[in-house]
């Protein structure tokens, strides 16, 4: 590309409730290392309206003005010099970098290591649907939870962007799936497979559900505490909306004070994992071009469909966030870029 030329971009320049701002910026410029694509669609999550209001500000450190977005799917347009794998022309799906987000844009700079080969058989919106809520299943169920066949795992909020994807995953593992949703999900997530499902508007999950092996908490909160009551001696919870334990912090270096503040802070759950003998582990998912070629594989014979609730224009991502932030989900809402 050019230097100089612009693109189109959703962004904040500050955290609040306040709209999002779209603006023309440069496009990015590609390192070594890198691949430029030109977005196509990207998909919303919960994660954009959380890091928008600044919920993650003790964590994640976001230099402002940011531009929003965290997966998409589109077409190369531009390689660095060591890269061979992908040439001008292919087409993709990624999920970068937390310190390179930024898919809310016609265009993005991502490293290789970052993305793989689209499945053939989705179109550019089903596609963005994935990389995040793929990545993030994928990691929670084979690399913390390590399900095993025959395993009995509650998924929570199993009508949801994350709780769609991790049913089918968890059934192609060959677990025994219950979930959680209303009845208005309840046809969903039994077309995608859920062995068992718990209307959680008229029964608490912990009446009903025992000596399960794994609970995937989506939910975080009370819902994540009660989880603890369904596990059998030796059960496991992942959760992305819990907090992060002091183990978490030792597992990811960070210093001591900040292990020791989050070792306060998650004292409530640490109190639950001793009293039910389980182990609870934080999940902050990790970018992966392999593990996103494995997903695609599983998609293109037939293993995972994407669930897609409503596509967006790009000119309309306020609106899309706040359906997002509503939790009247079914599945995944995606922009439609170009």
């Not at 003790?58 to 190369?76: A, C, E, Q, R, Y």
């Not at 993030?136 to 009995?152: F, G, I, S």
Request: hydrophobic share 40%; net charge positive.
């Amino acid at each position: 590309m050019k230097d100089g030329l612009l693109m189109n971009v959703c962004m904040i320049s500050r955290y609040g409730k306040g709209p999002v701002e779209f603006r023309k910026v440069p496009i990015p410029t590609v390192g070594d290392n890198d691949v430029l694509v030109s977005i196509h669609a990207a998909s919303v999550n919960p994660i954009d309206f959380k890091i928008k209001d600044g919920r993650f500000r003790m964590f994640l450190k976001f230099k402002l003005p940011l531009i929003m977005g965290n997966d998409f799917s589109g077409t190369v347009v531009e390689v660095g010099r060591n890269v061979v794998k992908f040439k001008v022309g292919d087409n993709v799906y990624g999920r970068p970098d937390k310190d390179r987000i930024g898919t809310f844009a016609e265009y993005i700079a991502i490293d290789v290591s970052e993305i793989a080969s689209m499945p053939s058989n989705l179109s550019f919106e089903q596609a963005a649907s994935i990389p995040l809520v793929g990545l993030t299943d994928y990691q929670a169920l084979h690399d913390v939870l390590r399900l095993k066949p025959k395993e009995k795992i509650l998924i929570h909020a199993g009508a949801g962007g994350i709780g769609t994807f991790a049913i089918q995953l968890a059934k192609q593992m060959g677990a025994y799936v219950a979930t959680t949703a209303s009845q208005k999900g309840f046809e969903l997530v039994k077309r995608l497979g859920a062995d068992e499902i718990v209307d959680y508007r008229n029964e608490k999950f912990e009446d009903r559900l025992h000596d399960y092996d794994a609970v995937f908490d989506t939910l975080g909160g009370k819902i994540l505490l009660r989880s603890f009551k369904v596990l059998r001696k030796g059960g496991r919870i992942v959760s992305i909306a819990g907090l992060p334990n002091r183990r978490f912090g030792i597992e990811h270096g960070y210093g001591f004070i900040k292990r020791n503040l989050l070792g306060i802070l998650a004292a409530r759950i640490s109190f639950h994992e001793a009293r039910h003998k389980a182990k609870y582990s934080f999940l902050l998912m990790k970018p992966s071009g392999k593990q996103l070629g494995v997903i695609a594989d599983l998609i293109e014979r037939g293993s995972i469909v994407p669930v897609i609730d409503r596509v967006y224009p790009f000119g309309r991502v306020q609106e899309a966030l706040d359906y997002q932030e509503s939790g009247r989900v079914k599945g995944k809402i995606v922009l439609k870029i170009r």
